[in-house]
């Protein structure tokens, strides 16, 4: 069975930061890509970071360029988002997605979701 399984989010004050983490099973980690999508209420979804488990070739949307970065710990089958800086906007539900060859808005895999709220 495949899994995405999704932690770290929470409440922050603007400037802060936090860390999300993503553990897959169920499939080989090497042979996907896997990403962050996130989605607040009333705004469509928006696809912010994807890396290559196999060349580690990353991508970032223009909103968090700078702020986010986005890592892999393939013994661990495990991705990782630090959102650093935070702002108000970053608030949203952050999905992890899984895909062959690179992320997309309409995934192979989902996890369920990790709330990310940032206070001003």
């Known amino acids: 069975e495949v899994q995405l399984v999704e932690s770290g989010g929470g409440l922050v004050q603007a400037g802060g930061s936090l860390r999300l983490s993503c553990v897959a099973s169920?499939?080989?980690?090497?042979?996907?890509?896997i990403g962050w999508f996130r989605q607040a209420p009333g705004k469509e979804r928006e696809g912010i970071s994807c890396i290559s488990t196999s060349s580690g070739y990353t991508y970032y949307t223009d909103s968090v360029k700078g702020r986010f970065i986005i890592s892999s710990d393939n013994a661990k089958n495990t991705v990782f988002l630090d959102m650093n800086s935070l702002k108000p906007e970053d608030t949203a539900v952050y999905y992890c997605?899984?895909?062959?060859?690179?992320?997309?808005?309409?995934?192979?895999?989902r996890g369920q979701g990790t709330q990310v709220t940032v206070s001003s």
């Open positions: 997605v899984a895909e062959i060859p690179w992320c997309s808005l309409t995934p192979d895999y």
């Open positions: 169920g499939f080989t980690f090497d042979d996907y890509a």
